[in-house]
Structures are given as structure tokens and as C-alpha cells.
């Protein structure tokens, strides 16, 4: 069983930066494709990013793109997502992800089979 757990979260204001962590257990980390969803309330997940297992690929959707940054470090099992120019919008509890059999990154929740237990981040105008 793979555990992930996301720390970083907070209530910061618009235009600020917040680092999230996800730091997974085993061994295996290395050969996982990563991926942030985010839900907002009443919402369904939405994907975020993800990185490939080496980190040489990553993919953002439309709406982050150009402010946030997907990472990771096999080292120490750890995926990070750094969130610049916050706005209000981006308020969501945060979910990092984990596929061991993954060839693509995926951007569908169904695609990844291990979660974190999320870490709200709120952003207030």
C-alpha cells in the first residue's frame, strides 16, 4: 500500500506563492507518475499537473499554466507543486496522486489509484 501525504497548505492572499509537498512511502516512488487534481466545493476534481517519472515530461492544465510548476525529487519521494500569482479561483482542497502503471500523464482521476489525504489552500481577494 502507498501512502501520500500533502503538507503546505494555507490561506494566503491574491498574487501570493504557496509550495505544496506530497511525500509518498515505499520504495518504488521513482517509477510513479505524479499527478495534482484540485475540488472545489460543490465541484468535481480537476486536474492540475503531472510529471512524468524521470520529471524530464510534465503537463499543466490551461488554467495554471504559466504560474504553477510541477517537481519532483526521487531522492526523497517527493512531488511538489509551486503555485505562483494565486487568485481567488484557485481556492480547492489539493490532491496529489500516484499511478505505478501509468505510460502517459494522465489528467483523469480515474487514472490514478493512490491519494493523499488533500490540503486546503485558500486564497482571499
Known amino acids: 500500500q502507498v501512502q501520500l501525504v500533502e503538507s503546505g497548505g494555507g490561506l494566503v492572499q491574491t498574487g501570493d506563492s504557496l509550495r505544496l509537498s506530497c511525500t509518498t512511502s515505499?520504495?518504488?516512488?521513482?517509477?510513479?507518475?505524479m499527478g495534482w487534481f484540485r475540488q472545489a466545493p460543490g465541484k468535481e476534481r480537476d486536474f492540475v499537473a503531472a510529471?512524468?517519472?524521470?520529471?524530464?515530461?510534465?503537463s499543466y492544465a490551461d488554467s495554471v499554466k504559466g504560474r504553477f510548476t510541477i517537481a519532483r525529487d526521487n531522492a526523497k519521494n517527493t512531488v511538489y507543486l509551486q503555485m505562483n500569482s494565486l487568485k481567488p479561483e484557485d481556492t480547492a482542497v489539493y490532491y496529489c496522486?500516484?499511478?505505478?502503471?501509468?505510460?502517459?500523464?494522465?489528467?483523469?482521476?480515474?487514472?490514478?489509484?493512490?491519494w493523499g489525504q488533500g490540503a486546503q489552500v485558500t486564497v482571499s481577494s
Open positions: 510529471i512524468s517519472y524521470s520529471g524530464a515530461t510534465t
Open positions: 496522486a500516484a499511478e505505478p502503471r501509468l505510460l502517459k500523464l494522465g489528467a483523469r482521476p480515474d487514472e490514478y489509484t493512490y
Open positions: 515505499g520504495r518504488a516512488f521513482k517509477t510513479y507518475v
